[in-house]
């Protein structure tokens, strides 16, 4: 069975400083990775997502995580970071279209 | 995109008393939909998945007589709690899976709160 690591719970940075949240999953087949952002009482928003071809996958607001298979990661970075990033992060992998395994999130906070 | 529509956002309800959540897949259909259950400052916890048309598939230690999961159509499924209490308050969060996609989409949560 898969499992998600996500290796730090709360991450503090600030304002226009880069970050990265860290994410290592275990699975024995080929799998699909996601990195979901959550805002307060409400759903979750999808970021990115690799499914097959390059292993760099960028988001449309300045995320990018690489697909990295030897060391089964799938680290979440931005060079530079603004207030309203400020959210709960989740990692999820999944075998092929089948259920999501969610890591244990991590809350990003961006401090002025 | 892919839009699920969750409701209701919030209800309270007294403690011994049924709550009916809907999920819908508004503008494509949802083969598969799945229901989450996410504690305060916790991680999501799968409660079941559902496919259209069958009985769904309750993860261990998710009791499936208090939780019923009903998926009628491929645009709907509903998560029920019976005999709600106290414990079964939380944020239930739904999931639609479409092929076509190639993705998940999720509903915006609905926070239950058994006083």
């Known amino acids: 069975a898969q499992s998600v690591t996500q290796l730090d719970s709360q991450v503090p940075v600030f304002e226009e400083a880069p970050v990265e949240l860290r994410c290592n999953y275990s699975s024995s087949v080929s799998v699909y990775l996601f990195w979901y952002v959550q805002y307060p009482n409400q759903g979750l928003q999808l970021l990115l997502k690799y499914l097959s071809g390059s292993t760099l996958v960028e988001s449309i607001n300045g995320f990018e995580a690489e697909f990295n298979k030897s060391q089964t990661s799938f680290h979440l970075r931005k060079p530079s970071v603004h207030i309203s990033d400020t959210a709960e992060y989740f990692c999820a992998v999944s075998e092929g279209a089948q259920k999501l395994v969610f890591g244990q999130g991590t809350r990003l906070t961006i401090n002025p | ?115």
């Open chain 2, 1 to 115: 995109g892919a839009v699920v529509s969750q409701h209701p956002s919030r209800v309270i309800c007294k403690s011994g008393t049924s709550v009916k959540i809907e999920c819908r897949s508004l503008d494509f259909q949802a083969t598969t939909m799945f229901w989450y259950r996410q504690f305060p400052k916790k991680s999501l916890m799968l409660m079941a998945t559902s496919n259209e048309g069958s009985k769904a598939t309750y993860e261990q230690g998710v009791e499936k007589d208090k939780f019923l999961i009903n998926h009628a159509s491929l645009t709907l499924s509903t998560l029920t709690v019976t005999s709600a209490h106290p414990e079964d308050s939380s944020f239930y969060i739904c999931s639609a899976l479409s092929e076509g996609a190639r993705g998940y989409t999720f509903g915006s949560g609905t926070r239950l709160t058994v006083v």
